[in-house]
């Protein structure tokens, strides 16, 4: 049995000003996103330039910021909204989602492309490369943050979060990392190595990222407030990655299927 170590929120305090670990993680996140997207950007010279790669990431850190906390709000915490609609702008009191920063995020590059005049769905697929590292990064945050631990366990590895209760439960901060972040990222990062359909890599970014959340979510301690849906299993995060899995299926039918095996065998 391990016990959680207590980390300091605060990375570095100069006088009044306070760094956070959070907020050095969310600084790695969209920092190694935008030096991997410039990397693969140089072996597509005739598509990105530098500046749209800068570009890019800034709609994507807003996307994923305004979307993570407005998905926070509306899918976790309606009622605290409903009760105290100035919540939804106190972001220093924590709060994000995954799914709303995805939601965001699509939005964001929406507008981005259309300015730009790229394909919607093809920058997509040039981006789905780059999320899972800023997952990890997001998740390691998490852990530092002492925030959704597991449900209590009895395998070795379970770990003492004394700020909850002295029960051993699963690290799954530390699962999802491993998952959403270092398995997610080396499977779509190897698959859009070379020349896929288009939708075929979102496809497995989506598919890849539903099944790992759908399946950490069963060692996932669900939102107090919340608690079970239903069956005393179903828990909000397994609703919300639902439509993530079957999007993934649907991307990889239309790239394999519905696009003709000329594109499949490269053919014109």
């Known amino acids: 049995m391990l016990t959680y170590p207590q ?11 306070s760094i956070h670990w959070y907020g050095i993680m969310y600084i790695i996140a969209f920092g190694g996103a935008w030096a991997l997207a410039s990397y693969r950007a140089r072996k597509l010279a005739d598509q990105w330039t530098a500046e749209q790669i800068s570009d890019l990431v800034f709609y994507g850190a807003l996307g994923a910021v305004l979307g993570g906390r407005v998905g926070s709000v509306f899918f976790y915490n309606f009622d605290r909204f409903i009760e105290d609609p100035i919540w939804l702008f106190r972001v220093w009191e924590g709060g994000m989602s995954f799914h709303g920063g995805f939601l965001g995020v699509l939005i964001a590059f929406y507008f981005y492309t259309r300015s730009i005049r790229k394909d919607y769905w093809e920058t997509i697929d040039f981006i789905a490369p780059f999320v899972p590292f800023g997952l990890g990064a997001g998740r390691i945050g998490n852990f530092i943050g002492g925030e959704l631990w597991g449900q209590p366990t009895d395998v070795p590895w379970g770990m003492v979060f004394p700020h909850v209760d002295n029960l051993a439960r699963h690290p799954s901060q530390l699962y ?55 069956s005393n299993w179903l828990t909000m995060g397994h609703v919300l990655t639902l439509p993530l899995i079957l999007a993934g299926l649907l991307f990889l039918y239309l790239a394999y299927f519905r696009q003709g095996r000329f594109v499949l065998n490269g053919s014109t």
């Open 7 to 17: 980390f300091d929120p605060v990375a570095i305090a100069i006088g009044p000003l």
């Open 176 to 230: 999802e990392f491993a998952l959403e972040g270092v398995a997610l990222f080396t499977i779509v990062w190897w698959f859009s190595s070379k020349p896929r359909p288009r939708l075929a890599v979102s496809g497995v970014f989506a598919l890849g990222y539903g099944v790992f959340r759908f399946f950490i979510e069963f060692f996932r301690e669900p939102d107090a407030h919340i608690g079970y849906l239903a």
